[in-house]
Nanobody, 122 residues
Framework: QVQLVESGGGLVQAGGSLRLSCAASGGTFSSYVMAWFRQAPGKERELLARVCWRGLTTYYADSVKGRFTITTDNAKNAMYLQMNRRKPEDMAVYYC???????????????WGQGTQGTVAS
């Protein structure tokens, strides 16, 4: 049973930085595509970034390109999202997700963490 657990959410001032972590267990993660999504109140869940587990290829949404960085630590079965220059519109619940094939759609990811809140004070 694949399990994902996010941590690292919190409150930062606009322009500040926050680092999210996702601990993965219960699967052979070298075969997975890992992703970060977020969901703001009243909005659909949005793909921010994804990476193949070995970190060879990455994808970023235009809204976070140049500000957010997705990385993995294969030895720890962990994934991270470094978020810099945070904006008020970045305020959302952040989720990590896993799938055997990459996709921009949340419905195509069968495994999800519980979510962690990222708040931005303007």
């Amino acid at each position: 049973q694949v399990q994902l657990v996010e941590s690292g959410g919190g409150l930062v001032q606009a322009g500040g930085s926050l680092r999210l972590s996702c601990a993965a267990s219960g699967g052979t993660f070298s075969s997975y595509v890992m992703a970060w999504f977020r969901q703001a109140p009243g909005k659909e869940r949005e793909l921010l970034a994804r990476v193949c587990w070995r970190g060879l290829t990455t994808y970023y949404a235009d809204s976070v390109k140049g500000r957010f960085t997705i990385t993995t630590d294969n030895a720890k079965n962990a994934m991270y999202l470094q978020m810099n220059r945070r904006k008020p519109e970045d305020m959302a619940v952040y989720y990590c997700a896993a799938a055997l094939r990459g996709s921009e759609y949340a419905r195509n990811y069968p495994y999800w963490g519980q979510g962690t809140q990222g708040t931005v004070a303007s």
